[in-house]
Antibody, heavy 121, light 108 residues
Framework: EVQLVESGGGLGQPGGSLRLSCAASGFTFNYYDMNWVRQAPGKGLEWLAYISGSGNTIYYADSVKGRFTISRDNAKNSLFLQMNSLRAEDTAVYFC??????????????WGQGTLVAVSS | ERVMTQSPATLSVSPGERATLSCRASQSLGSNLAWYQQKPGQAPRLLIYGASFRATGIPARFSGSGSGTEFTLTISSLQSEDFAVYYCQQYDDWPPGTFGQGTRLEIK
């Protein structure tokens, strides 16, 4: 069974840092491009970051560029999101998400259950 | 950046009836549009990509149509498990893969 399990969420301080992890199983992790997507409470979905299967190509949404860093460890089937300079507006559920294996675009075919990040003093 | 607008914001339909959800793009997407379903407290689930291709395991009552700037998700005969929030996502201009604001499908 294909599975993505996030961890590392919790309460963060404004200006502080958190590191999210995502453990992947049930598929050949390094074959797949991965993403992070978030959802603020009661709001819609916002794509945040993308990393190719090899880790060589990375993209970010403008809202997190320069503050968040996506990375992966293919040997450990793990995806990460380092979140620095946290703001109140970063409060959201963060989803680890696998890109559909088509050559183009950012369609997501598998989602984790999400981990809640709350930024507050 | 392409702006995605979904309508209506809330749709009330009786079980067994047809539901039609709309998604409009600010610029042409070709067929580079996906639909997702999200139930309360759950992660989204991919329903449709390429505007009309059903994802693996998605029932045939879900169908997508459209191209360019106008897209439709149709659920032919609503089941109780279909009441949820539905999001469209463009991936013609990617990144970012912009999502619409969602349509809440509720029981009438």
């Amino acid at each position: 069974e294909v599975q993505l399990v996030e961890s590392g969420g919790g309460l963060g301080q404004p200006g502080g840092s958190l590191r999210l992890s995502c453990a992947a199983s049930g598929f050949t992790f390094n074959y797949y491009d991965m993403n992070w997507v978030r959802q603020a409470p009661g709001k819609g979905l916002e794509w945040l970051a993308y990393i190719s299967g090899s880790g060589n190509t990375i993209y970010y949404a403008d809202s997190v560029k320069g503050r968040f860093t996506i990375s992966r460890d293919n040997a450990k089937n793990s995806l990460f999101l380092q979140m620095n300079s946290l703001r109140a507006e970063d409060t959201a559920v963060y989803f680890c998400a696998r890109k559909l294996a088509i050559p183009f675009g950012g369609v997501i075919d598998t989602w984790g259950q999400g981990t809640l990040v709350a930024v507050s003093s | 950046e392409r702006v995605m607008t979904q309508s209506p914001a809330t749709l009330s339909v009786s079980p067994g009836e047809r539901a039609t959800l709309s998604c409009r793009a600010s610029q042409s997407l070709g067929s580079n549009l996906a639909w997702y379903q999200q139930k309360p407290g759950q992660a989204p689930r991919l329903l449709i990509y390429g505007a009309s291709f059903r994802a693996t395991g998605i029932p045939a009552r879900f169908s997508g149509s459209g191209s360019g700037t106008e897209f439709t998700l149709t659920i032919s005969s609503l089941q109780s498990e279909d009441f949820a929030v539905y999001y469209c996502q463009q991936y013609d201009d990617w990144p970012p893969g912009t999502f619409g604001q969602g349509t809440r499908l509720e029981i009438k």
